[in-house]
T-cell receptor
């Protein structure tokens, strides 16, 4: 079991470009969560998805950010027209259906740097 | 809204000694889960220990144990026989027990644990 896979590990984007972050959950996991970690901060919840559904996006900025978890393929966190303030580590976590009351399994994160 | 507070930005302990990391939280819920996560320099978030609020018995995982005081909303982590590999950021996290959305974890800002050889 390869665990939660995130890629790329590091991503550099110029201001105004788009950033696409990918997350492949653990085998058998159908719930995906995205978190953002700013420097010197804890992780902040962004969005919770199940296959083809957004369940809770209460932590997502209203503009420029979107997330999807299609029937096939990884979950994607998309940031349009990136700004310097988007520089952070973005973590994905997954859990099994029916086991949502456990701590999730996290990926190693994608560090986004906006220059 | 729930908040999690870790009042110690940094802690230092001698190898083989015991250290306690503090965590307090604020919630109006009665059923919830509490977690401690470890984040080494690799950035991987590793679950150390979890506690269900309805359980009075404190959770224990080998050298790691918690002191859960529900009335005081306190959830401290004790690391016994500290090892060099324990050096990391430690995050306390809270999650409400719910059947629907709002399933995200709320994290504290973390405590940087330094192990002195």
């Amino acid at each position: 079991n390869a665990g939660v896979m995130q890629n790329p590990r590091h991503l550099v984007r110029r201001r105004g470009q788009e950033a696409r972050l990918r997350c492949s959950p653990m085998k058998g996991h159908s719930h995906v969560y995205w978190y953002r970690q700013l420097p010197e901060e804890g992780l902040k919840f962004m969005v919770y998805l199940q296959k083809e559904n957004i369940i809770d996006e209460s932590g997502m900025p209203k503009e420029r950010f979107s997330a999807e978890f299609p029937k096939e393929g990884p979950s994607i966190l998309r940031i349009q027209q990136v700004v310097r303030g988007d520089s952070a580590a973005y973590f994905c976590a997954s859990s099994q259906q029916g086991a949502v009351n456990y701590g999730y399994t996290f990926g190693s994160g994608t560090r986004l740097t906006v220059v | 809204a729930q908040t999690v507070t870790q009042s110690q930005p940094e802690m230092s302990v001698q190898e083989a000694e015991t250290v306690t990391l503090s965590c307090t939280y604020d919630t109006s819920e009665s059923d919830y889960y509490l977690f401690w996560y470890k984040q080494p320099p690799s950035r991987q978030m590793i679950l150390v220990i979890r506690q269900e609020a309805y359980k009075q018995q404190n959770a224990t995982e080998n050298r790691f144990s918690v002191n859960f005081q529900k009335a005081a909303k306190s959830f401290s982590l004790k690391i016994s026989d500290s090892q060099l590999g324990d050096a990391a950021m430690y995050f306390c996290a809270y999650r409400v027990l719910s059947g629907g959305g709002a399933d995200g974890l709320t994290f504290g800002k973390g405590t940087h644990l330094i192990i002195q050889p």
